[in-house]
């Protein structure tokens, strides 16, 4: 029963992204998207100059599976500090820097390098 639920949370966080970046502008000098899921593993979905569309960032979020395991809050953090701003990867000097880390039980909330924790309510 919780992996059923589990997986009914990863399609609403899902849905989440794809409201998200509706309200976006998206584009090379605007706001840019990337996706990292974790479980045991951490695995980079697509960086940040990967997609420049709200139609193929959605679709990309659309088809990202759910991967099932346990939830690896550090390798994801990891991956994040590590690669995922990193110029040849979208990253750019004078942007701000958010995400968000969804989880089974807490969202996770990163701007520029302060964060703030806050329970999942729904």
């Given amino acids: 029963m919780k992996d059923l639920c589990v997986m009914y949370r990863f399609s609403a966080i899902k849905q989440f992204v794809i409201d998200i970046v509706e309200l976006l502008e998206i584009g090379t000098d605007k706001t840019r998207v990337a996706t990292i899921v ?27 599976e759910f991967p099932g395991g346990k939830t690896n809050i550090s390798g994801s953090l990891r991956v994040l500090i590590d690669s995922m701003y990193l110029p040849q990867n979208g990253g750019r000097a004078n942007a701000q820097r958010v995400s968000v880390q969804y989880t089974w039980i807490r969202r996770i909330v990163i701007i520029d390098h302060r964060t703030i924790w806050s329970p999942v309510t729904n």
């Avoid at 974790?38 to 990202?64: E, G, M």
């Fill in 38 to 64: 974790f479980s045991d593993q951490t695995v980079v979905k697509f960086y940040l100059n990967r997609y420049n569309t709200t139609k193929d960032i959605q679709d990309a979020v659309r088809v990202i």
